[in-house]
């Protein structure tokens, strides 16, 4: 079952990272969001990204972002492969120099430039590289910060994917 974060203390580490994250977030052009994650081992970051547009076309990017944006009225993460943007998650683990197993992946979504919680991860795609990885997951949900533990977050997405949640 996620923890649900309520230690004062834990929270304030959370939110250094979240900072970070948050970073992240607002280098991608994505027009439907932005995303923004950072790795931590052993209270340093490992690595970072950002959901990037992976394609300089002119007839499909104007001033950095996708024109228009494919994906815009797909409230899911389904479809994905529709999209010229890689996913922060995979650019982070993409360029992680070290091993990542009880590393901690902290995430961060933007709409209009403001956090936005998430209800959960649901990108199987990504979901999995993570568990393979051995990362733990942490994501603001409505309640507040919420941690995953790497078998976790797959069964949670592909539960969400298949509507058992």
């Known amino acids: 079952m996620p923890k649900l974060i309520k230690d004062v203390e834990e929270i304030s580490e959370i939110e250094k990272w979240m900072n970070e994250s948050e970073k ?14 950072v790795i931590v081992k052993d209270g340093k970051i490992i ?24 994906r815009e009225e797909i409230h899911d993460n389904s479809l994905v492969e529709r999209c010229y943007a890689i996913h922060a998650e995979q650019m982070a683990l ?16 933007l709409k209009h430039g403001k956090r936005v919680p998430i209800e959960s991860p649901t990108c199987t795609v990504c979901n999995r590289m993570i568990k393979e990885a051995g990362v733990y997951f942490v994501c603001l949900q409505e309640e507040g910060y919420v941690i995953y533990s790497p078998n976790e977050i797959v069964e949670i997405s592909f539960k969400k994917l298949l509507g058992h949640i």
Request: hydrophobic share 30%; glycine share 6%.
């Open 94 to 109: 993409i360029h992680a120099k070290e091993d990542l197993e009880s590393a901690i992946m902290y995430h961060v979504k």
């Open 47 to 70: 690595s970072k990204g950002y959901n990037k547009i992976m394609t300089e076309d002119p007839n499909l990017v104007k001033d950095g972002y996708c024109n228009p944006c494919i």
């Open 24 to 37: 992240e977030a607002k280098r991608s052009k994505c027009i439907k969001s932005q995303v923004g994650v």
